[in-house]
Structure formats: structure tokens, C-alpha cells
């Protein structure tokens, strides 16, 4: 029943060109159910055995092994049927049936990702997922935007491409890629020298593209504007996550002795971001870029905390990936409704609409505070416990810079809410009717998790406990602790 | 520990919330019964608190723990204890009051369900600052209450001075927030836990770098929310929003979290004398230029915001030096004086249609009677009249300071009062005495000419007169009679109410002069400034020729105290500018003309990938496509076949 989690979007996807143009709202409407349904599949089998099938022993074993469990993987797949269930549902964009078909190879891909047990079914879904977006970005991009979709290729298929031979060259040194399946496997000895180097180096490449993190962030402000908006909050929430997936249950388990020795240039990066991406976002006028660059920001603080391989960091880092999830999904699917009332999001041409649309005002609300960090949202637990975790793994200082970019993220989060709802009205705006009630149905699910995740993260933090507690992490957080 | 207390404890907590829930949801649909049901909820909750009062001030107070768990030394739970019991009578007390007023005061507003939303949202966030067991559960009620504050001072959201100072006040709020998570990190890291029983428990043993480090993190938290030097600049600007929510938050509850805060980690302030120093030192200059700013306003509610800001700075210099009991004690009777002068304010604001410049009142002692005896009560219990309330407590306060060995803070504390003495009474002359100025045109009063703003009430409300009076008449018994519970100085009932928290820190110096001299002093400075206040504004020859003075005074404000010292500008100077400038050569210049223009390089030098890279853009979506999935299925049909082989 797991692998149907994968192979039902992909197939549904496929299936989506046979049927008529005509019928594109009940394509889209069963899609939006798929993408729940797989959200409730992944809470119904969250505890059931994982499947697999082994596919090549020769140079190497590998399997199309998936699995659920109480790893992160499991919560991001969680949240990524929740995203893509409400972005479908919302989806108003030309030629509908073959967008949403795209989305469904999309969201099979990716959950293909995060359950994948085995390195090489791994490999393989990440560059899967690559196909619908770039066709998306080539067939729904703004006129005379066919760039980003070339951008977007061509950063990403170098990660795919490295990861996929390091993928490669691991199983050839180790004999196997089925290793993802518990956190506590000792690194095997045959992984030793340059080897090893070449291998955390192609699984690294493709993290720090994906996630992105500075200095290769540079498609992705490009992709998100062009996106419709549906894809650019599926894209934004979940695929992006893929990098900080793989460096916490990929290569901390995998590989610690690198993770290790690049901490430090790790922290530069990461830290860097968070600055950067904040002070641009305080800047930009177009809306998604803004979301765009608060999403470095965010995803840097992230990548800090991974390397601190702290317990409370690490979890911290989970509820925060989740939590970064659902809110930049939000986000992007308000401001895309924002777009489609107003045909602009630019904010210097936006302003007043909470007062004809008060649910799109409130729902837009909720995600900028979630964001922003505000204390009882998912943005806050996440926030808090990465930073506690740092500070006790022995960076106050660290910690201390952090939250500059907090104190920012109000700032221009708050400012995207005033620019779009707030003030007077601005009159020669088309105007249109407020959210409806199935919209409202459908972005409920979102602002629950939201809600419920910052009350009690709890769960969400302790799926990273094996992975803190796995020996290689252990002694890193020891060493880390002590220097 | 009974269960009916534990029930007690959670409904009155969440009460609000769900009220304020049950409102935004119905919203339009209720109209009136919004204020009705958010006023029942809030007085419902006063009387569980009530009901909860011997169980809290029994030894330990009714602790309830772990309700949620987050991690390892991340538990959850609810204290009530005499302190946190004070907060919570005053919130829902004297918040239900204010709840009860606003039905009148917003009864013509077309928005009235969503402004009682957010106030019982507002208790809520509040009862959970002051409620919480630990530090993270605070700073959750001190993050909830910040954006309550920015909902209700961008309440008029049309308006752009509104919108404006909701974004300052939250950016400051959040960065008193940041520094409250800053002191998060240092106590779990030095304690492993948030718990304050856990925190406090250990406090006697950290090292002093660490609690002073923890006592200036707590600090630019109080500071931020409470007002203080250099975080002030918010205050002032919060009076965008409407009266009631400048009574309730900006005056009575959610600003004085910073004197809580103070009071409730006192175990740390008291094992780091250099924390009080600062602390006491950064209340007195806040009261000292927050007065004098209080001297240079023409709109009353800015009048009476620093006024909150100076009176905070009392309540601040007060748990700053230790002297605890007399601190709390002012925000006690400060949030009934002062929220009377606010609704005070607020009758004035609606007779007048909106009216908020003193220099276009005048008279209105005989236009609004009932708003005069409310404002007159109220400035006789802030400037600190024998027999009212404000006497008792800033009297502690200001003796608190001395007896602590602070003579200096005494010194500022004592000219403080003078000055406002002085503007609260330049106040209630320039309003309430004299002729009316309402016709008066804006250039003769020296006023600047104003744009004619659309009116937010209807020029009738529908509600009677007793709607709005009741609250207020309530609160004068409170700022008249709640300072008697402080006489008898450590044997009185107040004293004894805190002995449980407080007994054993007792002053640390005896006091060169005694608390009856120190009385006489404050009192001969207040009423100089009552007489040079009777001089300028209030003689017959004054209010004569009050329109010509007004004038002159207006435009011969100096600049420094028009620009309230220049602290707005310094933060734009410092922090706002370099930002803004930071991010925008970021998007402008390092994205494009340094990373990217590097990577293109990078692409094309690599000449094999370059050629390749310009045979393959034909333009045709279809080759692009086809090509990726080409080069995929080759790629997965080579694994399959070589592992078929074996």
C-alpha cells in the first residue's frame, strides 16, 4: 500500500490526458482528492512494514524499496499530500487538465523521495520530479519567460546528475544503495579516503542546489515568480525540502566524517542566507519574490541547525521544514489569489483589499504569521527549539545573529500584508468576489497544521530522535560540544 | 489542588478565546451581541478569578503541570500565584470594564464584531503571558499580545497613519520578543529547562555572567513592550487606534508586561546588582523624558501616552531597584487611574466628533461634565494627591528608590513628579477651563491645517449615555480607593498579599530621611507644578487671551521636543536605512552582476557543455522534453540491463 503512494499521482497523472478537455474542474477535483487521500494514507500506514522489491544486484544490490515509519520523511510526506490537495483545489490556471496532470506526476514523484528507502529509488525520484516543473515553467510561465524553465534544468539536472553518480559510485564501494532504511547503520569501512570525499560531494552538490543555499539560490526566485501559483507553493513547500531531507537522514547517517569537517563552511553559508535573503526580501516589490527570498532566509537557519547535530536543533529542524512547508505554501497560495483578483503582485500597485475580501485578508494573515515566527504558530516551535539547540551545542554567537532576520521577517512579512489588504482601497483594481466556501474547505487543512503544530510539536520533534541518536551523531554532537 | 480549581483555571484562561473565536466567525451576524457576548466572557472570567483568589495565594498557588510537552525540559504548564493573580484581576477586571464601554464607544462602527474579536483575543493573549508556568509559554502570551496590539492599533486599516504605526509597534514588539528568546537560550542552556521553578531554583548557583547576561535579554524585552528608552518611540503612535484599545492595552495592561516580567524573574534581578542599576536607571530616565515629552503635546491621547510611558518608568525604577511590592503595587492603582483617563478621554473624543486637539477644546467643563469629574479624579490620583490612589503607590515607589541606596533615582523620581504635575494639569486647564475653541480656525491656534477626515462614528450613537458611564464611575472607586490597601507600609494587607514572593528581600540601606519627609517633598514639588500649570493656563488673564497663547506656545515648541528627541530619526539612521540599503544592493547588484554573471561563466567555460548547450536551444518545447526523458529512460534502461546480466 506504501508504494501506492507513489505509483497512484504518477498514473492518475498520465491517465489525466485521456480524458476530455471539457472535463478539467472534475480532473481537477479528483486530483485535489488523490493528493488528501494520499495525505491520509500517509497517517493511516504511517506504522505498517516497508515494501520492497529489488530490482538490480548486479554492479550493485538496489531496491525500489519504500517506506513510512516515524522518520521525518513520514511528516514532510504528511504535509506535502496536504499542500498539494490545497493548491489543486485552487487551481485556476489555462489548459487546467494538463497542468493538474503535470501536478500529479509532480506529487507522485516527490513523495517517491521522501519514502524512498533505497539511495538509487532515491536518486531516481529526485530527478523524476524535475520533468513536470520544468514542462510546467515551459508551458505556464508568463510570455517570453521560457528562461526560468532553462535556469531551473539546468541548476537542478547538475545536482540530479552529481547525486546520481555518487549514488552510483556508493553502491559500486559499499555493494548496496537499500541503506536509508534505519538511522542507526554504522558508516561501512569501505567508504574511506577520496572516495569517500567524491561521494558526500555529489550528494552535497545536489542538497545545496535543491535547498538552495547561498550562493546557489538564484533560480529559484525566478522559477517561484513564474510558476502558476498552485506549482510555485507545491514547488516552494515541499521540493526544496528534498536538500535539508537528504543532508539530515541521508548524509548525517551516511556520511558524518564530512558532515563534520564542512560544518564550519556550512554555518557561513547558512548564515549568510538568513541575512541576505532577509534584507532583499525587505526590498522586492514583486510579492512571490519576496516569499521567494524569505524562503532562503528561512531554509538557511535550517541548514545551521543541521550542523550543529544538536538533539534539540535537529528536531527543531524537522517541526521547521514542516512548518515551512505549510506556511510558504500559504503564502504562495494567497498571494496567487491575491494575483487573480487584482491581475498584479506587485505591492506598490496592491492595497485594500481586506476590506471587500476579509477571508482572503485572514487567511493571508495567519501565513504571514506563521512566517514572521509569531510565537504559537508552526514558524515559532521551529524557530525556538533550533536556536535553544544551537545555543546549547555551543554557538551563542551564532545563535545571537539569528535572530537579526527574525526581528526582519516581521518586518517585511508584516509589510506584504499592509501592501495587499491594508490601506485605502485602490480604485482602478478589478475587484472580485472574496474566498468561497469550498476554497475556505480546502485551505482549512493548512491553518490547522499550522495552528497545531506550534501548540504541540512534539511529535514532529522527536521523529528526528533515532537520526540524534544514531552513533555517528552522537559522537559528532559530542565533538561538536566539546570544540 | 482540587479539580474544580483545575477546571476554573483552564476556563478563564481560555474563555476569551473561544469568545473571540465564536465572534470573528459570526461576525456580521451578531452586531450588537458581539460586545454583549465578548464582555460576558471577559467579566466571566473575572469572577472564576475571583473565585480562584484562596487558592492561589495558599502556599505554592495552583500550579498546573505538564499540559503539553515539546522536548526534553520543554513542559507546559499554568501557574497561578498572588503575582500572576494581580495581572489576571486587573486584565479581566478592569478589561471587562473596558469591554463594557466599548459597546457604547464602538456601537456606530460597521466593523464592531471584529474589534471585539481581537479584544477578547487580546485577554486571552494577555492571561497567557501572565498564566504561564515557564519562559517559552510567556514569550507565546508576549508574541500573542504583541500582534493583538498591532490588529487594534491598525484597526482603521484605510488609514495609513494607522498602518504605519501597527508595523512600527510590531517590529518593535518583536524585537523585545527576540530578546526574551535570546534569555530562552541562556536559562535552558544554563538550567536545561524553561520551567521557572526549575530556572529559579538554580538561579543561586549560575555563574553572574550568565544571569546578567539573562537579566539584559529579559530587559530589552521589558523595554520593547513596556516602553522604555530607546524602544519608546512605538507608544505614542499606538494612539492611532481607538480609545478603548489605548485604555486596555497601551495604558492599563499589555504595557506594564515588562514591569511583570521584572517582578517575576526577581530571584535573577536579585542576584545581579549591575541588572538593577540598569534597570532602575533606564525607568527613571524614561519617567524623567517621557514627562517632559508629556509638557510639548497638543493631542490628548498623546498627552496621556507619556504619561503611561513616564508612569511606567515609575512602576519599572520601582522592580528595578527591588523594591518589588511598591512596583506592583502602581501598576495596580496606575491601571485604574489611567484607564479612566483614557475612557475619560474617550467621552470628550466622542462628544467632540472626534476632536483630539487640546487647543481646539476649552470649556469643556460645562459641556462635559461627567468627562471632567472623570479626568479631574484621574489627574488627582496620577499626580499623587494624599487620599488617592497614585499617592500611595508612587510614594512607595519614589522611597522604594532611597531606601534601596539609590539617591540619585530618588532625585528623578521626584522631579518627575513636579513635571507631571505640571502637564497633567496644562491638560485639564487647556480642555476643561476657559471658553470653547471648537470654531476657532486651526491657523489662529497655530495648528496645522488638517485634511478633513471622514467621520468613524455616526454623529449619534445608539446607545444610551449610562453605557459609558458606568465603566468609568467604577473605575473612579478604583483609582480613589485601591492605594488604602497599602497603608501601613509592610504590615499592610498588599504587603502581606506578596510576603509569600517578596518576604525576605527587605531594603538594603536604612533611608537618610524618613518615608513622612520624603512624603512632604513629593508633595511641595507636585504642587509647585499644579501652580505654574495655574499660571500659564489657568488664571483669569490666561484664559482670556488663550487662543493668541496657544498660538505662540505652538509655534515656539522647541524642535527637540516636537521630534521627541530625535529617537524615531536615529532608528531609521541606524537600523532602517542600512537594511533597505543592504537588501538592495543584494537584488540589484550581487545576484545578477556577481553570483550569476559567475555562473554563466562557469557554464561557459566548460566548451563542450557550451556548445552543446547552444545546438540544444531550438526553442521547441517538445525537444526539451523529449530530451530529458530520453536521456532518463537510456539511463534507467542501462541499470536495467547490466543488473539482468548480472
Known sequence: MIAAIVVVPIVAGLLCYLAPRRAEALVTSVAAAIAFASAAAVAVFRDAPDESVRWLVQPFTAAFHFGLGPGPGTWIALMLGLVAGCALAVTRVPRRRDFVAQMLVLLGAMMGVFLARDLLTFALFWDLQLVPVFLILVGWAPEGKSGSAWRYLVYNLSGGLALLLATAAYGMLVGTTDVLGSASAPAPAALQGAALWWVFAGLGFAFLIKTPVWPFHTWMPDTYADLPAPAAAVVSAVQSKGGLYGFIVIATVLLPGPMHAIAPLMFALGLIGLVYGACVALVLDDAKRVVAYSSLSHLGLILVAIFTFNPLALGGAIVYVVAHGLFSAGLFITLGEVELREETRFLSRLGGLGERNPKLAGALTIMVLAALGLPGLAGFAGEILILTGVYQAGYPAIAALSLVPIVLAAAYMVRVLQATMHGPEIPDLPQREDMTVLELAAFAPLVVAVLLLGIAPGAVARSANAIAASPAVATLSLRAARR | ?646
Open chain 2, 1 to 646: 489542588m482540587t479539580g474544580s480549581a483545575l477546571v476554573s483555571l483552564l476556563t478563564l484562561w481560555m474563555l476569551p478565546f473561544f469568545s473571540a473565536i465564536v465572534i470573528w466567525a459570526l461576525g456580521p451576524q451578531l452586531r450588537r451581541a458581539a460586545g454583549v457576548l465578548g464582555s460576558a466572557a471577559v467579566l466571566l472570567s473575572f469572577v472564576l478569578a475571583c473565585a480562584l483568589f484562596g487558592v492561589a495565594t495558599a502556599p505554592g498557588g495552583l500550579h498546573v503541570t505538564p499540559l503539553i510537552g515539546w522536548a526534553p525540559g520543554f513542559t507546559f504548564g499554568l501557574l497561578l500565584d498572588p503575582l500572576s493573580l494581580v495581572w489576571v484581576l486587573i486584565i479581566t477586571g478592569v478589561g471587562g470594564l473596558i469591554h463594557l464601554y466599548s459597546i457604547g464607544y464602538m456601537a456606530a462602527d460597521k466593523a464592531v464584531a471584529r474589534f471585539f474579536a481581537y479584544l477578547n483575543f487580546f485577554v486571552f493573549a494577555m492571561l497567557t503571558l501572565v498564566l504561564s508556568d515557564n519562559l517559552v509559554g510567556l514569550l507565546v502570551g508576549w508574541g500573542l499580545v504583541g500582534v493583538a496590539s498591532y490588529f487594534l492599533i491598525g484597526f482603521w486599516f484605510y488609514k495609513p497613519s494607522a498602518v504605519a504605526a501597527a508595523l512600527k509597534a510590531f517590529v518593535i514588539n518583536v524585537f523585545g520578543d527576540v530578546g526574551l528568546m535570546y534569555a530562552i537560550f541562556v536559562l535552558y542552556g544554563a538550567t536545561g529547562s524553561i520551567a521557572y521553578a526549575d530556572v529559579f531554583a538554580k538561579a543561586a548557583s549560575l555563574p553572574s555572567g550568565v544571569i546578567l547576561t539573562a537579566c539584559i535579554a529579559l530587559f530589552i524585552a521589558a523595554a520593547a513592550k513596556s516602553a522604555q528608552v530607546p524602544l519608546q518611540t512605538w507608544l505614542p503612535d499606538a494612539m492611532e487606534g481607538p480609545t478603548p484599545v489605548s485604555a486596555l492595552i497601551h495604558a492599563a495592561t499589555m504595557v506594564t508586561a515588562g514591569v511583570y516580567l521584572i517582578a517575576r524573574f526577581a530571584p535573577l534581578w536579585n542576584a545581579s546588582p549591575q541588572a538593577q542599576e540598569l534597570v532602575g536607571t533606564i525607568g527613571a530616565v524614561t519617567a524623567l523624558l517621557a514627562a517632559i515629552l508629556g509638557t510639548a503635546q497638543w493631542d490628548i491621547k498623546r498627552i496621556l501616552a507619556y504619561s503611561t510611558m513616564s508612569q511606567i518608568g515609575y512602576m519599572i525604577m520601582g522592580v528595578g531597584v527591588g523594591a518589588y511590592e511598591a512596583g506592583v503595587l502602581h501598576f495596580f492603582t496606575h491601571a485604574f487611574f489611567k484607564a479612566q483617563l483614557f475612557l475619560g478621554a474617550g467621552l470628550v473624543i466622542h462628544a467632540l466628533h472626534e476632536e483630539q486637539d487640546i487647543r481646539k477644546m476649552g470649556g469643556l467643563r460645562r459641556r462635559t461634565p461627567f468627562a471632567f469629574v472623570a479626568m479631574a479624579i484621574g489627574t488627582l490620583a496620577i499626580i499623587g494627591v494624599p487620599g488617592f490612589s497614585g499617592f500611595y503607590s508612587k510614594d512607595a515607589v519614589i522611597y522604594g528608590t532611597l531606601e534601596h541606596g539609590h539617591p540619585l533615582l530618588y532625585a528623578a523620581a521626584v522631579v518627575t513628579a513636579g513635571i507631571t504635575a505640571y502637564y497633567m494639569f496644562r491638560m485639564l486647564f487647556v480642555a476643561f477651563g476657559g471658553h470653547y475653541r471648537g470654531e476657532v480656525p486651526e491657523a489662529r491656534l497655530g495648528m496645522a491645517q488638517r485634511e478633513p477626515s471622514e467621520p468613524v462614528h455616526a454623529r449619534e450613537g445608539h446607545v444610551p449615555d449610562w453605557v459609558m458611564q458606568i465603566p468609568v464611575g467604577v473605575l473612579i472607586v478604583g483609582s480613589i480607593g485601591a492605594g488604602y490597601l497599602a497603608i501601613g507600609g509592610a504590615q499592610s494587607p498588599w504587603w502581606r498579599f506578596l510576603s509569600s514572593l517578596y518576604g525576605g528581600a527587605q531594603a538594603t540601606a536604612p533611608a537618610p530621611i524618613s518615608e513622612l519627609l520624603s512624603s512632604l517633598i513629593v508633595l511641595a514639588i507636585v504642587i509647585a507644578g499644579v501652580a505654574v500649570a495655574y499660571y500659564r493656563y489657568g488664571t483669569r488673564s490666561a484664559t482670556a487671551s488663550a487662543v493668541e497663547r496657544l498660538r505662540g506656545e505652538a509655534l515656539r515648541m522647541p524642535a527637540v521636543l516636537t521630534n521627541a528627541f530625535y529617537f524615531d530619526a536615529a532608528i531609521e539612521l541606524l537600523f532602517v536605512r542600512p537594511a533597505r540599503r543592504l537588501g538592495a544592493l543584494f537584488a540589484g547588484f550581487v545576484d545578477p552582476a556577481v553570483i550569476d554573471a559567475g555562473v554563466r561563466d562557469v557554464v561557459w567555460l566548460t566548451g563542450a557543455a557550451g556548445y552543446l548547450f547552444r545546438a540544444l536551444q531550438t526553442g521547441l518545447v517538445r525537444g526539451y522534453a523529449l530530451t530529458i526523458v530520453a536521456s532518463a529512460a537510456c539511463f534507467v534502461a542501462w541499470f536495467v540491463l547490466t543488473g539482468a546480466a548480472r
